[in-house]
């Protein structure tokens, strides 16, 4: 288990950005794959973006291809996850969350999740 904790969210405007951060506890952060996914209220989870170990491998869902970019910095247990031309759609509480394998698109894969960040994006 890995502990996390959510940072950057915030309220913007149509076609503004936003990057989140998600740092994680340990030395062996750099090991897990991350992903991000978001929630409102009555919703499941849906999955945003995930990245391996190494960040070498890396993907966004379709839902925000081609608006986010998600890259991480072992050396400070940080990943992040950049959103460009943010839409109201987009507003959600956004959770990164950890697994030592590799990384899918599926919450239930995951154990070790944060407390979440809220975004808003106003119209």
């Known amino acids: 288990q890995v502990q996390l904790v959510e940072s950057g969210g915030g309220s913007v405007q149509t076609g503004g950005s936003l990057k989140l951060s998600c740092e994680g506890s340990g030395r062996t952060f750099g090991s897990f794959a991350v992903g991000w996914f978001r929630q409102i209220p009555g919703s499941e989870r849906e999955f945003v973006a995930s990245?391996?170990?190494?960040?070498?491998?890396?993907k966004c869902s379709e839902s925000v291809e081609g608006r986010c970019s998600i890259y991480r910095d072992n050396a400070k247990n940080t990943v992040y996850l950049q959103m460009n031309s943010l839409k109201p759609e987009d507003t959600a509480v956004y959770y990164c969350a950890a697994r030592s394998l590799w990384p899918t698109v599926n919450a239930d894969d995951y154990g070790s999740w944060g407390q979440g960040t809220q975004v808003t994006v106003s119209s």
């Open positions: 990245i391996n170990w190494s960040g070498t491998d890396t």
